[in-house]
């Protein structure tokens, strides 16, 4: 039970964010998207060195200084799978006019949503890996340490959600735009079941699956998350949203972990 919780709280977030289009009137101002872009780079860099690369050097340490080669090669892989997604896959980013991906004649709002459903599959890769490694019996990976990863995933996800549905409200109305940001994070639950479902075969896998999962996020924040935040004037806002992000998801990480 606490298992389907924690694969669930993600989804929930990105559920809970989606329902501003109930109780905000206007969209984000920039300056708040600017903070909420660099919040959730923070919490996904974050997590991607404590709850993931750093386990997985962890229980690679019978290979002694060669440690650090699954965790490398999961890293690399989880970004080259990344980078096929956003090759294939048809998107449109937020403020951007040109859809990029696969040649598709989709609706704008299905783009939209496309753009962020990328963003979410390593998330969910990466609790589902998480919860698979305590059910492997890690002694790395407590149920703890991937409830709290799965926690500093959900709070960013909130923001996530509304940056997603607020711009569709316009064109979709309130129902619809919350059920477009709410599908776009039904993924991560997905994704996280189909990690748990492998977890008896991962075995020596594991450190692998964990930096993959890092390498995919990671992905999205270099690519996407970083340089939107960037963006413009007052970009020091997106750095100290990335400082509130990094420092929130740590302290869950080493507190509940």
């Known amino acids: 039970m606490n298992i389907f919780a924690g694969i669930m709280i993600p989804f929930l977030g990105t559920t809970a964010g989606a329902a501003c289009v109930f109780f905000l009137r206007g969209e984000l101002k920039p300056g708040v998207q600017k903070a909420f872009l660099g919040f959730a780079s923070g919490v996904m860099v974050a997590a991607s060195v404590w709850s993931l690369l750093i386990p997985a050097m962890e229980m690679s340490g019978n290979m002694g ?13 989880g970004m080259g799978f990344l980078l096929l997604l956003d090759t294939v896959v048809p998107h449109l980013h937020m403020d951007a006019d040109e859809p990029e991906g696969a040649k598709k004649s989709l609706k704008k709002s299905t783009m939209l949503v496309l753009a962020v459903t990328l963003h979410n599959i390593p998330e969910g890769m990466a609790v589902g890996v998480a919860f698979a490694g305590m059910m492997a019996g890690s002694h790395t990976i407590s149920m703890t340490g991937a409830l709290a990863l799965a926690l500093g995933i959900a709070i960013q996800n909130f923001p996530e959600g509304a940056v997603i549905s607020l711009p569709l409200r316009e064109a979709a109305g309130q129902k619809k735009a919350f059920v477009y940001g709410m599908l776009s994070g039904i993924v991560e639950p997905v994704g996280a079941v189909v990690m748990l479902l492998l977890a008896d075969q991962l075995g020596s896998s594991l450190p692998y699956f964990l930096s993959f999962a890092a390498g995919a996020m990671l992905y999205v924040v270099v690519e996407e998350l970083i340089p939107e935040a960037s963006e413009g004037s007052h970009s020091n806002i997106g750095t100290m949203g990335f400082a509130a992000g990094f420092v929130l998801m740590m302290v869950l990480d080493v507190a509940l972990g």
């Open 65 to 77: 200084k060669l440690a650090f080669i699954p965790a490398a090669m999961g890293f690399l892989l």
